[in-house]
Structure formats: structure tokens, C-alpha cells
């Protein structure tokens, strides 16, 4: 039986620097950053650079990142594994390129209140899977 876990890298600045940083940086850097990286993934050429940049939105927006692993029962440790790269195409073209831009422009809108803010970034968090069904 595989669980998921999540851990956070400890060279993080703290709690204080994380809030500071977004209000007078990461919130108008993160909103330009997710356009850029949303228009990158409307193209052949910039696709792979787009979803690097998305995957890299909590990072941009307030100094934070996050990984998924799944653990295997003897406890060994694992990322777990793509979607078939067709389908992931497949369903970018059809379906990720639009509800993308919904789910980014919701998740943005969010963050730009305080009481929204952790439903924001965990939007952000999952913006990979919802482009492109890929694995965060």
C-alpha cells in the first residue's frame, strides 16, 4: 500500500520573511509570472520552460516550495509516476490550456486576500496536474 507524504525543505526563510516578501513582492511578481508561464504554455516552443515556471509559482510568489513522494511499505521512498505523455497532451489541448487559465486567475484572485491566501497557494500548488496532469 503506497501513502503520499509531503515534506518541506528546511532552508526556507521563516514565517515573517515569507509574509513580508509577498507583500511587497511576491504578489504583483507571482500575478506576472503566471501570465508569462500561462502564454509559454500556449506554445510548442515554450511549453516546457511554462511548466517549469508553474511549477515554480509557490516558490515565486512567497519563498515556499513543496514535494509529493509516495512511500512504498518497506519505506522506500519514490516519485510517483507520470501519466502516459499522449494523454497529458491529449488532454492539454482539449481540456488543461482553458481551465488552466480559469484555475490560475481563481487562485490569484485568492492570494490577494488574506483569507484566501492558503486556498491560493494550494491552487498554485496544483497548477501542473490541472494544465497538464502532471505529477506535483
Known amino acids: ?5 509531503e515534506y518541506a525543505e ?3 526563510p521563516g514565517c515573517l520573511i515569507q509574509i513580508l516578501y509577498f507583500l511587497f513582492i511576491g504578489w504583483w511578481l507571482g500575478g506576472a509570472w503566471v501570465i508569462v508561464a500561462w502564454v509559454l504554455m500556449l506554445t510548442v516552443i515554450g511549453l516546457p520552460l511554462g511548466a517549469a515556471m ?5 516558490q515565486v510568489m512567497a519563498l515556499r516550495g513543496r514535494r509529493i513522494l509516495q512511500v512504498s511499505p518497506g ?10 505523455f499522449l494523454l ?6 482539449l481540456v488543461g490550456w482553458w481551465l488552466s487559465f480559469v484555475w490560475l ?3 490569484y484572485a485568492l492570494c490577494m486576500s488574506i483569507i484566501g ?11 501542473p496536474a490541472i494544465v497538464s496532469l502532471k505529477r506535483v
Not at 54 to 58: A, E, G, H, M
Open 117 to 127: 491566501l492558503p486556498l491560493g497557494f494550494w491552487m498554485f500548488d496544483l497548477a
Open 75 to 84: 519505506g522506500y521512498v519514490r516519485q510517483a509516476p507520470e501519466v502516459n
Open 88 to 93: 497529458r497532451v491529449l488532454y492539454f489541448l
Open 105 to 107: 486567475s481563481v487562485a
Open 10 to 12: 528546511s532552508n526556507r
Open 54 to 58: 508553474l511549477n515554480n509559482v509557490p
Open 1 to 5: 500500500m503506497n501513502r503520499t507524504i
